[in-house]
């Protein structure tokens, strides 16, 4: 054989580079990673995301059509009111009065919707403080249920002896909205469902707005 064409002649490198060794292996890896490692973003896609609320807050839907209410009941001494929406009202509808309350708050039109107002005369305005409970069966928006609601679930049966248990008028609450411009860090509060100030809440129970 012809000395000029020995592979393994001395003084020269036998093979590949090994720089293009190493950049065969790395492309190697590279697509071995591509083919059996999954995509995190393709994972995530049709996942349930890890705060729902983040995404859309309960009850948000644009084209949730606006209900109809009117006041049920009132109750003067505890600043508390109750409106009567139809049974078929869906939660982004209640959610969508609620919305609505808190804006005719902001802008001083209330009365202008019908509510009554709960702190006549007062500095503030006439709905400085006020409790807006929602039901649709008419059963609950009476005196009787809000003021069991008011006192809360830990009221004294003795104290108050009462014909609807907090337990009962809790859960056909559809919605609370609350003012208090006193409290100037936190005006309004919104919630689908009830809670009471010592976090007793009933089972369809979603903060909508404020502190909880």
Known sequence: MDK???????GKRAGAHPA???FGVIVGLWALIA???PNPKKD?????PENPEAVQRIGDEPDAPPIMFSVA???P???AISLLVPPQATASQIVGLIKKLREARLHNTLADLGIPATTPGHPLGSHAIADVYIFSDRQYATAEAIRVLARGAHAPGELYPQAIPFESAMEHVRGHYRIDLHDTGNPDQGSLGFADESGVHSKQYRRVFGNS
């Open 44 to 48: 995530k896609q049709g996942t349930v």
């Open 77 to 79: 001494d505890m600043n």
């Open 20 to 22: 293009l060794v190493i």
């Open 73 to 75: 009941a009132t109750v």
């Open 35 to 37: 083919v059996f490692l």
């Open 4 to 10: 000029d064409h020995n592979p393994y002649e001395e």
